[in-house]
């Protein structure tokens, strides 16, 4: 099991989250492709304040970090081709092949990431907010257009790209988890089996059990 | 002059945007990385309205796509990579400097970006909208926090990785100019000069004038 408090691999992580941001902090999708890669890994776990030190790692102050040595970043889509360029299960080596998996990770977190938590914030942090009631039906509209276009782009295929799960697709199903509070997947039946083919992985099932089992230690006492 | 009809890359670039979005639109990054490179590329021009076969090419229906016979990808992130394998001086070849370039073409496009977009969405789509009203004090906010993070890391920097400048500035750069109808960077002085060191840069003058050049030619007849 790729959770080693001996590995050389260290992510940070948050030790705990509310319930609406468990399953889908960004970890996760680090945690999947080192199970994915069979690569053993431990965790610096912190806390909601961060020591102001943490800036000089990550300087949004968010999580995850990756360091095994040899580099130190940050970013999810910089730390997955770090991960892929050692497993060509997740990365051809084919430049067409690879560079069409490392553009969907782009377009995952550019062109589709946005909008989708963009309703996520109105829908979670914004909920009593004015102006998020009025904007609600065109955020919805706009996630919808968004959901649309991977599904036309997705058709009947697999994964992205054909029968070849990729860095690319690992990276599309988080981002399309980011909805999961909605219903709005659930018009695209295709992408809704698109998400649970990644989702039966026993590498995504281990990633998420190992993130959720750490909230559940470190869950703050009720007063 | 890397502009050239007869060359193997080509992209594509809209034929003409209102004057908001002239000097922003995404292919100026891509043009930017090919005169950095010396490439020679040439230019496919689209309309407003294109093709529906078009989103076999770019799912999004976005510009820009590159096709240079061996490689055809959308997303500028996967792009810039493209281009900078092919330059060690858009890319270090060392393992850390190089996943450290990487790693700031996707701060630029997904830790700061839709934040910026937002903004400027707000000002620009949805100036008259009340709830755009409501909100835009927070999405001032967010942004200058954004802004903040970026400038406290830069510095007393010449880049983001100290004196080397990268596809990581280069796509940074053009993600800040997503301002400019603000004067918010303005309040980040090493910030304002970390733009204008990118501006100042002959590449970046040429991808300028050339993308400025098409919309000239092409700008609508007044009714």
Redesign the interface.
């Known amino acids: 099991m790729p959770l080693n408090d001996d590995a050389q691999i260290e992510i940070t992580a948050f030790a705990w989250v509310p319930d609406f941001a468990q399953g889908v902090v960004r970890d996760l999708r680090v945690r999947w492709a080192l199970e994915e890669a069979g690569l053993d890994y431990k965790v610096r776990l912190l806390g909601q304040q961060r020591p102001s030190e943490y ?1 000089l790692e990550q ?4 999580v995850p970090c990756f360091n095994d040595g ?9 730390i997955l ?2 991960i892929g360029e050692q497993r060509e299960s997740l990365l051809p080596r084919d ?2 092949q690879r ?2 998996a ?3 990770t ?2 995952a ?3 589709v ?2 909008t989708l ?2 309703l996520l914030l109105i829908d979670i942090f914004f909920a009593g ?4 009631k ?2 609600r039906p065109g955020a919805v509209d706009f996630a919808n257009l ?1 959901l649309k ?2 599904s ?2 997705l058709g009947d295929k697999q994964w992205l790209e054909g029968d070849r799960f990729t860095i690319g697709d690992l990276m599309m199903i988080t981002v399309l988890r980011f909805l999961r509070h909605t219903d709005l997947v659930a018009g695209f039946p295709n992408l809704t089996a698109y998400i649970q083919r990644g989702e039966a992985r026993p590498a995504f099932q281990q990633a998420l059990a190992d993130q959720l089992a750490a909230y559940r230690e470190n869950e703050p006492v009720a007063a």
Do not use: H, M
Not at 59 to 62: A, M, N, S
Not at 129 to 132: G, K, Q, S, Y
């Open positions: 800036l300087p949004f102050d968010q040899t580099v130190r970043i940050f970013e999810t889509g910089a081709q770090y430049p067409q560079f069409r490392i553009q969907w782009y377009a977190l550019n062109s990431e946005p938590i963009n907010e004015e102006w998020a009025l904007r968004k276009r991977v036309d782009w």
